[in-house]
Structures are given as C-alpha cells and as structure tokens.
C-alpha cells in the first residue's frame, strides 16, 4: 500500500517560516490534501488539491506538490498555528500521512 | 452551516459490537460521499470506511474488512458504522468526515467532533 512520510515534529519561532514534507512516490502525480488537528479537535481541511485553500484559511499557508514530496508552508508562523498536519491522498484507498507535530516555540 | 455529530460510542468487549451514527445537517446529504477516519489516543489519522453519495459503492480498510459495515439512509441523512468483532486495536475516536463531491476521489471539508469507541475486557 502507499507510504506517505511526514517528519513527526517541526520547531519554528513565531514570525519564522515552517515547512512541512510529505514525501511519497510519484506523489507529484496524486492531488495532495493537508488537514490540522488542534489537541482535542477534529481535523480541519487547510489545503486541497495540492494547493487550494479552502475559504477562511489564511493566505500564510500556502502548498506545493512535485516529484515525491508534498511540502505544506507556513508563512509568520503564529501561535494558534501550534498543531498536528496530516498529509492525504487517494491510491487505491485513502492514505494519511503520519502527522507532524508543528511546535510553536 | 454544516454540521455532523456522531453518537453510539461507547466501552465494549472484545467480539462485541456497537454501531455509530453521524448525523448530518446544512447540506444536500445524498450528493456527497461521506467516510469514517478513526484516530487511536495519542496516533495519528487512520481511514476506516468510505461510501459514495449513491450509497451503493462502498470501500474499508484492510483491517477492518468483513467485520466492519458503512451504510447511510439518505431520509435520515445519516451515516453508520457497524463494528462487529471488535478487538482492542479498534480503540479509537471515531470521525464521520463529508466528501467535498459525489466524485470518487474527494477531499474531506467538514468532519464531526468524533465518537470514542474503548473495547476492553
């Protein structure tokens, strides 16, 4: 089955720029979706179809897709962005990414 | 707005069974495909069941294969899973998450607040 991997953890400084991978084979070729998970919540769509955001995400996350890595960029990083952010794809079934836990500091 | 609450969580032993309920308000539930994603304390996302908005084509993860049934009734608009069989591994939140199309390979825009199931002798 596809393997989507995510580092499990990234430090970064409020006002600083956070870059979260999610590599796979040839997921250049697949559309890639990236969900947030704040503790005690339900994850919340941030970025579909490699690069869209859905209306009330801010500007600051931005996306890209090509060859085997999906990166997921999060510009003057703040506070309330302290969460975990699964990468998504279809194969021949839907596959999440490990998570990487976005750690504000 | 949308909404999607789920229910029938609960402490079950182990080859019990339970069945979760999502229901679903603020949109045209029979034209969206709907999945459950289930998320062990502590771990990541894990996809569980998907069925198309017809409700005809359904998909499940290997490891719940043959013991777990998605099933939606469209005049309810609510969606089910039946767990039957279940082990400790299955402990989890439960999310029922809506499709962002009928298509067969949508994104995930609204997800409920989850449903834990515990399975414990």
């Given at each position: 089955s596809y393997v989507?991997?995510?580092?499990?953890?990234?430090?970064?400084?409020?006002?600083?720029?956070?870059?979260?991978?999610?590599?796979?084979?040839?997921?250049?070729?697949?559309?890639?979706?990236?969900?947030?998970?704040?503790p005690g919540q339900a994850p919340l769509l941030v970025v579909f179809d490699d690069s869209d955001r859905p209306s009330g995400v801010p500007e600051r996350l931005s996306a890209s897709n090509s060859?085997?890595?999906a990166?997921?960029?999060?510009?003057?990083?703040?506070?309330g962005d302290e969460a975990d952010y699964y990468c998504q794809v279809w194969?021949?079934?839907l596959v999440f990414g490990g998570g990487t836990k976005l750690t504000v500091l | 707005h949308v909404q999607l609450v789920e229910s029938g969580g609960g402490v079950v032993q182990p080859g019990g069974s339970l069945r979760l309920s999502c229901e679903a308000s603020g949109f045209s539930f029979s034209d969206y495909g709907m999945s459950w994603v289930r998320q062990a304390r502590g771990k990541g996302l894990e996809w569980v069941a998907l069925?198309?908005?017809?409700?005809?084509?359904?998909e499940?993860?290997?490891?719940?294969?043959?013991?777990?049934?998605?099933?939606?009734?469209?005049?309810?608009?609510t969606l089910f899973l039946q767990l039957n069989s279940l082990k400790a591994?299955?402990?989890?939140v439960y999310f029922c998450a809506k499709g962002s199309s009928s298509g067969l390979y949508p994104h995930y825009d609204y997800w409920g607040q989850g449903t834990l199931v515990?399975?414990?002798?």
């Open positions: 989507l991997t995510q580092p499990p953890s990234v430090s970064v400084a409020p006002g600083q720029t956070a870059k979260i991978t999610c590599g796979g084979i040839k997921i250049g070729d697949k559309s890639v979706n990236w969900y947030q998970q704040k060859a085997n890595r990166t997921l960029t999060i510009s003057r990083v703040e506070p194969d021949s079934d | 069925i198309r908005n017809d409700g005809k084509n359904k499940y993860a290997d490891p719940v294969k043959g013991r777990f049934t998605i099933s939606r009734d469209k005049s309810k608009k591994d299955d402990t989890a515990t399975v414990t002798p």
